[in-house]
């Protein structure tokens, strides 16, 4: 699946917004990427996450185990788990931090890869992986369906992403006067209270 296929399917979906929002970082930025909106439709879904399976298997080879971070990684972990027939789960915020939790272990000799709806700051991807390392098995990499940052944002893993955008994203202090004048929208999940 090309770039242009993955973002046709992001448009198609509605799920490529336009305007001013205020991103689960906190930053600000005039497109928001609705992941919600193409996760809703299995079809779709299965198509985007076989494409990133592909691109996973081509990278990192066998996979045993794929790790999400929740709420927004789920689906997409879960699907891309089944197109590599590994083990899907996923890490839960427990005392602020990520933890595996509800039983979920990683065994020893174990192939990792974390799973990532969209990078922007690769801040839920770090904490991810953090809590990956306090468990036997090797992180062989992440992965993302869409890396907003065009490259940049460092997740200490090599990043196997189906679309690179570079599209910027603003510090509260530095909104731009064109983007300041529109009404802010904060459609993120990052702030949901369990």
Known sequence: MTQNEVL?????????LE??????????????????F???????????????????RERFGAVDYVVSPAVGG???GYETARHLGAKAIFVERENGAFALRRGFAIPENARVVMVEDIVTTGLSSRECLAALREHPG?????????????GKADLGVPLVSLVQLDI??????????????LPAIKPGSRSLKS
């Open 19 to 36: 305007g001013h929002f205020i991103l689960s970082s906190g930053l600000h930025s005039p497109v928001f990427l609705q992941k919600m």
């Open 168 to 181: 910027p994203a603003y510090a509260p202090d530095q909104i731009p006067a064109e983007l300041a004048a």
């Open 38 to 56: 193409v996760f809703q439709d299995p079809a779709r879904t299965e198509r985007v996450c076989r494409a990133l399976a592909e691109k996973i």
């Open 74 to 76: 789920i689906v997409p």
């Open 8 to 16: 046709e399917e992001f448009r198609s979906a509605g799920a490529l």
């Open 138 to 150: 090797m992180i062989l990499g992440a992965a993302c369906l869409i890396d907003r940052s065009g």
